[in-house]
């Protein structure tokens, strides 16, 4: 399984930007990139995926790096309600087909009032 | 309805007992999903369904046993548990093919082993 390195936390100011870096030199061609945060004491949240091209939704944007060795998680404008842990996934595809979820460390967002 | 249930939500059981965890969906989801998860930690997987079928078995010990009875419902059978296997279980479920399968996640049952 391809593994992802994300730094353990970040703080961000309310309002702001924020830029949570994810690495993953040994994605391979059919990885797709997957975003999920999980806030406490709730079950993980899909927020954003890609493969190659950058994408935006009404939540975040997630930049690609060319060689796909690197992605960042961009919130536009960090609110409280952000705070929470940011885990970076390559979704694999097995032998069978099926897809297997598999999360980094994770990053635990802190955003300051 | 994008859901993914999970009953109950608490769970404190001795090593003797024999308990089930719940799980159901009723997205039309093909794929379903147990995973374990340790306080301050990621969630580690540990059974993947494939259209009613064990596609995935992570080298979870056999006091764990998932059953997949239909396309919605998803069980984890707890049998002879250790106090280390106490934990948060999280069910998840996703289309198993085309582009946009993300998966969504229940809220978990924390399970307490005394």
């Known amino acids: 399984d391809a593994k992802t390195t994300q730094p353990n936390s970040m703080e961000s100011n309310e309002e702001e930007p924020v830029h949570l870096p994810c690495n993953h030199s040994?994605?391979?061609?059919?990885?797709?990139i997957h975003w999920y945060r999980q806030l406490p004491s709730q079950g993980p949240e899909y927020v954003i995926h890609?493969?190659?091209s950058n994408v935006n939704n009404r939540m975040a944007s997630l930049a690609i790096a060319e060689d796909r060795k690197s992605s960042t998680l961009i919130l536009h404008r960090a609110t409280l309600r952000d705070a929470a842990v940011y885990y970076c996934?390559?979704?694999?595809?097995?032998?069978?087909?099926?897809?297997?979820?598999?999360f980094g460390t994770g990053t635990r967002l802190k955003v300051l009032a | 309805d994008t859901e993914v249930t999970q009953t109950p939500k608490h769970l404190v059981m001795g090593m003797t007992n024999k308990k089930s965890l719940k799980c159901e969906q009723h997205?039309?989801?093909?794929?379903m999903y147990w995973y374990k998860q340790k306080a301050k930690k990621p969630p580690e997987l540990m059974f993947v369904?494939?259209?009613?079928?064990?596609?995935i078995n992570e080298s979870v010990p056999s006091r764990f046993s998932p059953e997949c009875p239909n396309s919605s419902l998803l069980n984890l059978h707890l049998h002879a548990l250790q106090p280390e296997d106490s934990a948060l279980y999280l069910c998840?479920?996703?289309?198993?093919?085309?582009?946009?399968?993300?998966?969504?996640f229940g809220q978990g049952t924390r399970l307490t082993v005394v």
């Open positions: 998840a479920s996703s289309q198993d093919k085309g582009l946009n399968t993300e998966a969504f």
């Open positions: 040994t994605i391979s061609g059919t990885d797709y």
């Open positions: 890609g493969l190659t």
């Open positions: 996934i390559l979704r694999d595809v097995v032998i069978s087909g099926t897809y297997k979820y598999i």
């Open positions: 997205m039309g989801h093909r794929a």
């Open positions: 369904y494939s259209y009613e079928k064990l596609s």
